[in-house]
């Protein structure tokens, strides 16, 4: 997504650590013309899977997720970092380590949202160590569903987790692939682009 390159490049800012803050229009402001082509771009890839819901993790995930579930005529489903008292019943649970926040949450789905014969989507805004999307993947697998895909926003390809999800066979796109953030330059992984 040409789009979405010109956007990372104009108004991301590299921050210490490997860490690209897109907060301008992506997970603290959202720029919802653009969450609206990233939704279309996302049904498009993945509209053959034929997936049933579309599973995220709160919160930044949200928005992109949200728009590929509307494009696509399906439920989100919100992965949650904390148990609302409106929570009841059973769930599933697993741990997830943020790269970003360098903690460790437990994330919990409602078991009466998904089960058996769903075709789950996983759509998240970022891909680094491949922990949130894994951490997904369980929860889905606790449910007895069946994961399609996973569509990612952005990529740290100079991380493991593209290789690490691909490597056990499944099927991520992503829209944006970074190869480097050395120098405080964003590098794409077919070209620079930098402030």
């Not at 439920?75 to 609302?84: D, N």
């Not at 058996?116 to 160590?129: P, T, Y």
């Not at 796109?173 to 190869?179: D, G, Q």
Request: hydrophobic fraction near 45%.
């Amino acid at each position: 997504m040409r789009e979405l390159l010109e956007k990372i490049a104009a108004e991301g800012e590299v921050a210490a650590d490997g860490v690209l803050k897109v907060d301008r229009f992506l997970n603290h402001q959202v720029d919802p013309q653009l969450m609206k082509r990233i939704g279309e771009e996302f049904a498009v890839r993945f509209r053959g899977e034929r997936p049933t819901k579309v599973l995220t993790l709160e919160s930044s995930g949200i928005s992109p997720a949200l728009m590929a579930a509307y494009e696509l005529g399906i439920p989100l489903v919100v992965a949650r970092k904390r148990r609302p008292l409106t929570m009841t019943g059973d769930v599933y649970r697993t741990e997830v380590y943020s790269f970003t926040k360098q903690e460790a949450n437990e994330i919990i789905v409602s078991r009466s949202l998904l089960g058996r014969g769903d075709r789950v989507l996983i759509i998240d805004d970022f891909l680094a160590n491949g922990q949130a999307a894994l951490g997904m993947v369980e929860i889905i697998e606790q449910a007895g569903a069946d994961m399609v895909g996973i569509g990612i926003v952005i990529e740290k390809a100079f991380q493991d987790g593209g290789r690490l999800l691909r490597s056990r066979g499944f099927r991520v796109v992503s829209l944006a692939r970074i190869a480097s953030l050395d120098g405080g330059a964003i590098q794409f992984a077919d070209e620079v682009m930098s402030r």
